[in-house]
């Protein structure tokens, strides 16, 4: 290049930077004009607002806007924010007009505060470039345009909150708040968003049961905690809501801004994100203007504190749109997340939104009274009050389920049924009777499609239904640790589990996945049937543990004790519909029985189903076993009187099979079970029969001495022969031998032999056996010890050998409160009432078995309460045990302990100088004798630690017919 081309390269540079010089002054100096005319408004509306806080806002603005016309060297970069000042200026002004200090309260208060907040960080930064300036000698400094940039989106965000306070209702005239929203670049002015007041719904007027529940969640919103009320349809969710946002403390903080959003109609698999926030705006009262419609929603929500409620949430949580799954859950946290807004979430699903700290409520059934509450709240029928235990049995096969409460007794009510005909219809119809109308308020099967379509069960395809009607199917619900050993054509069935219980069809309790019982009761009578494929798996696990237990307490002896009721759903199924596999059926039926008489005894419903087993040539044997097996658990339970149905109907079906043995072993029991309920007479008539049988002679000499054994126990009781002739075939035999001798000295005791002889005997026994005899045996020997020492006063001495038996090890729950009963008889005669009554309340509380129903434990615990009682002259007491001993006795057959307690009775009404009643009551006792074919002056010969003490003499008054008995005794 030349030198005068250089020079003129030169010179054009040098050009070029000197107009551009020019250009920035002038439009620095326009700025500074533009800077100017603003400050000079801005002071003037200062002067004229009524608010203390929109003077100083003004006032701060005034003063960012003249250091930047005094010192900020590039004043062009500022008039977006000049701009801003403006559009808050006219803003302030129209905003505050007509306010006064009172209306700082609400929603203009919270957004001038958080302007002020805006422009005084402002103020602060552009202060501080000032004092720059100062110490640089140099009155002009440059402020950065990123810092610019912030502050003008600052101010947009702030200035957002004053949009939607102009289309609140407030004094801003809607011109003014286009040209504001103009100057602003937010949205286009023709969109700007509108407002309308939205009332929240009332509180439900029929709500029991729920107050508590109500109180704690109210006290976690005032408290700032978000909430997510989970559980199946039906269960009240949106009620518990609506009852929340309208309690006072509630109302109170929140005041209108409380909203409730329901989402309840909308098609999980068609919902998208703008539908989401477009219901979510329609509940806020909003119409969304433009874009970015959750920089609305939190704007507006971020004016002031809110309490929304999203309702139905599980058809957004389970939509099925990329946009929906994406930027919903998002949507929701960023609302979460804003100071003073609470959410209320209610949903069946648990995929509630990530990123929240929600505190998870799982909504339960009503309890028994509330439902009743509900219930008779809708249904009005003369005679309910008659019915009620028959409703709330009713109620009680719902689960107490709030929905098909309120439906059935809609559908009651509004027919004009009966409670008789109610019942009826619920055994005939179930499930089909909750369909009370169309939709998911009043209709189960509509509520229960709604999860049913969840695109997340949908997805499962048919396996989550075979799933769900497997869980209904078994009364416990699944084993979740068994459930891969219980469904192995189920290889998923754990994550189909997760899924089910994400949206509430199932829920855990335990180890086990369960169903309401209204959810039970559709699937049974509305989808498929349990998949056979799923059920043989579950009987093959089933089987095969019951055939491994065995009266060790092992993993599978854990197993029938966890899954009881679902093996025995398994078992009485099988019975009722039995295809090729009959006699392992059958055998797992007496099985299983064998198990719970060993680990878990207790009633049983499969009695029906092994009485109505076809009786043929191959099926006989395997039913007597059943009955057999059966026979032997109510035996354990004590309930004697369905014992000795079972036992003989096994010895009918082990005589028709030719097993006399079998059959010979069960007549043997069902006549010693006749001996423990006080039927002598019975009890012998049935052995003689045996014994003159056409089967005697086929017999083994063990069942021969078995035979004689219960037949001479019998005759013990009722003195018919000599006790010379009582126990000795059964001494002959090896295995009865000691116990029929150790009777045989109990019966000459109890028939009034020498007490010193008979203790000699059983001491003699004692040391000879007392290491080498069986539990049973030596418990004889010290019962006989403890009954000589009794009767002749050793008081503590027949203590201590009923306690040693208590001791023994190998003694049986039963058996250790039975001697209970009589160490506390024993103690109270001593005058230890208290003890007496203490021992026997101990000994109950250990013993899980006695929770069931062991009627004949009952029995003896009864009645030994009652002699306490009276012994300790407490007859009140003491009357109402005869009482209920006597109403057990009935139930149960039981001759002996009745004709204890009327005799009790009596001593009691002639203790209260009421000789009517009292020889009545003894003329009862006379007549039970009778019947027992036992001698009335020996009614208590063979029982002593149970009889009454001497001082209440009235029996043996009536008896020997002296006064005031003389002239009634028969």
Not at 551 to 561: F, G, H, L
Request: aromatic letters at 8%; charged letters at 20%.
């Amino acid at each position: 290049m030349s030198s005068k081309q250089l020079g003129r390269s030169k010179k054009s540079k040098k050009d070029s930077k000197q107009l551009a010089l020019e250009i920035e002054e002038e439009q620095d100096d326009s700025m500074s004009q533009l800077l100017g005319v603003t400050i000079a408004a801005i002071n003037t509306t200062k002067d004229l607002v009524p608010i203390d806080l929109a003077r100083g806002i003004l006032g701060t603005i005034a003063n960012i806007l003249i250091i930047a016309q005094s010192v900020i060297k590039n004043k062009s970069d500022f008039q977006a924010i000049a701009d801003k000042c403006e559009t808050i200026r006219q803003i302030l002004e129209r905003a505050t007009k007509d306010a006064t200090e009172d209306d700082l309260r609400g929603h203009l208060g919270h957004a001038l505060s958080q302007l002020n907040k805006s422009v005084n960080r402002i103020n602060s930064d552009v202060a501080s470039k000032k004092e720059q300036g100062f110490w640089r000698r140099l009155f002009a400094v440059t402020i950065d345009r990123d810092m610019i940039a912030a502050w003008e989106k600052d101010l947009d965000r702030v200035l957002g909150l004053f949009n939607f306070e102009a289309v609140a209702g407030m004094t801003i005239d809607m011109k003014s708040v286009k040209r504001a929203l103009e100057l602003m670049g937010n949205v286009p002015s023709i969109n700007a968003p509108k407002y309308r007041d939205m009332e929240p719904p009332s509180r439900p007027a029929m709500l029991y049961g729920r107050d508590d529940l109500v109180a704690e969640l109210t006290n976690l919103i005032v408290n700032d905690e978000h909430l997510a009320l989970i559980g199946p349809g039906g269960m009240g969710k949106s009620s518990l809501a609506k009852a929340i946002i309208n309690e006072p403390l509630v109302t109170n903080k929140f005041a209108k801004r409380r909203f409730f959003v329901t989402y309840d109609g909308l098609d999980p698999s068609t919902i998208t994100f703008e539908t989401f926030m477009t219901r979510l705006a329609g509940a806020l009262g909003m119409e969304i203007a433009g874009a970015d419609p959750v920089r609305q929603i939190s704007t507006f929500l971020g004016s002031a504190s809110a309490l929304v409620v999203l309702d139905n949430a599980e058809t957004f949580e389970e939509a099925n749109a990329s946009s929906a799954l994406g930027d919903i859950p998002p949507a929701i946290a960023e609302m979460a997340n804003i100071p003073g807004v609470i959410l209320i979430l209610t949903s069946r699903s648990r995929r509630n939104a990530p990123n929240v700290r929600w505190i998870t409520k799982d909504i339960l059934p009503l309890d028994l009274s509330s439902a009743l509450a509900a219930f008779f709240q809708i249904y009005h029928h003369t005679s309910c009050s008659e019915a009620e235990e028959d409703i709330k049995d009713l109620l009680k096969e719902l689960d107490f389920h709030p929905l098909s409460i309120n439906i059935l007794a809609n559908a009651a009510q509004q027919n004009g049924w009966s409670p008789t005909m109610l019942l009826k219809r619920w055994n005939d119809r179930h499930s089909k009777v909750l369909d009370g109308g169309k939709g998911k308020l009043q209709s189960l099967s509509d509520t229960m499609q709604l999860s049913l379509s969840s695109p997340s069960v949908q997805d499962l395809g048919e396996d989550g239904l075979r799933v769900l009607a497997i869980i209904a199917f078994l009364p416990q619900g699944l084993n979740e640790v068994l459930a891969s050993d219980l469904l192995p054509s189920l290889p998923q069935v754990d994550t189909i589990c997760d899924v089910l219980c994400m949206q509430s069809l199932i829920y855990r309790q335990g180890d086990f996945l369960k169903v309401l019982a209204p959810i039970r009761h559709y699937v049974q009578d509305s989808l498929q049937a349990p998949d056979s494929t799923c059920l043989q798996g579950i009987r093959a696990f089933y089987y095969r543990t019951v055939a491994s237990c065995s009266e060790e307490r092992d993993q599978y002896a854990d197993i029938i004790v966890s899954d009881h009721m679902n093996i025995e759903q398994v078992v009485a199924s099988n019975l009722a519909y039995i295809a090729g596999d009959a006699e392992q059926t059958y055998v797992a039926c007496w099985q299983f029985l064998e198990c719970l008489k060993c680990h878990l005894p207790r009633p049983t419903t499969l009695t029906p189903a092994i009485s109505n087993i076809v009786e043929n040539s191959s099926t006989q044997m395997l039913k007597a076993d059943c009955f057999l097996a059966l026979a032997n658990l109510y035996y354990t339970l004590s309930q004697l009187v369905e014992a000795s149905q079972a036992f003989e109907a096994a010895e009918a079906l082990y005589l028709t099979a030719g097993d006399p043995e079998g059959m010979a072993s069960c007549l043997i029991t069902r006549a010693d079970l006749l001996r423990c309920r006080g039927r002598f007479i019975q009890s012998q008539d049935l052995l003689q029969g045996l014994q003159h049988s056409d089967s005697w002679m086929s017999l083994s000499d063990t069942i021969k001495a078995r035979a004689w054994f219960y037949f001479d126990m019998a005759r013990m009781y009722t003195f018919t022969v000599s006790t010379d002739e009582l126990f000795v075939k059964p001494m002959e035999d090896p295995s009865l031998g000691l116990l029929a001798e150790i009777w045989h000295w109990q019966a000459k005791f109890s028939h009034g032999g020498d007490a010193v002889q008979v203790n000699t005997h059983f001491k003699d026994l004692f040391e000879q056996h007392a290491g080498t005899a069986n539990a049973s045996t030596l418990e004889a020997l010290l019962q006989g010890l403890a009954e000589v020492a009794f009767c002749e006063g050793r008081l503590s001495e027949a203590m201590d050998c009923l306690q040693k038996i208590i001791e023994m090890d190998g003694q049986s729950a039963e058996g250790a409160l039975w001697f209970t009963v009589w160490k506390a008889s024993v103690m109270s005669k001593q005058g230890g009432h208290d003890l007496a009554r203490e021992l026997i309340r101990e000994a109950l509380e250990p013993f899980q078995l006695f929770a069931l129903r062991n009627a004949r434990t009952f029995l003896h615990q009864s009645y030994g309460s009652a002699c306490i009682e009276l012994t300790a002259g407490e007859c009140d007491k003491a009357e109402s045990y005869f009482t209920a001993t006597i109403e057990a006795c009935d139930m149960q057959s039981d001759l002996a302990r009745k004709a204890f307690s009327i005799r009790g009775l009596g001593e009691i009404a002639f203790a209260r100088s009421n000789f009517i009643l009292a020889t009545q009551r003894f003329k009862e006792t006379q007549s039970l004798c009778a019947e027992m074919g036992v001698p009335p002056q020996h009614l208590y010969s063979c029982f002593p630690f149970i009889a009454l003490p001497d001082k209440f003499n009235g029996w043996t008054l009536f008896l020997e017919g002296l006064s005031p008995f003389s002239s009634n005794t028969t």
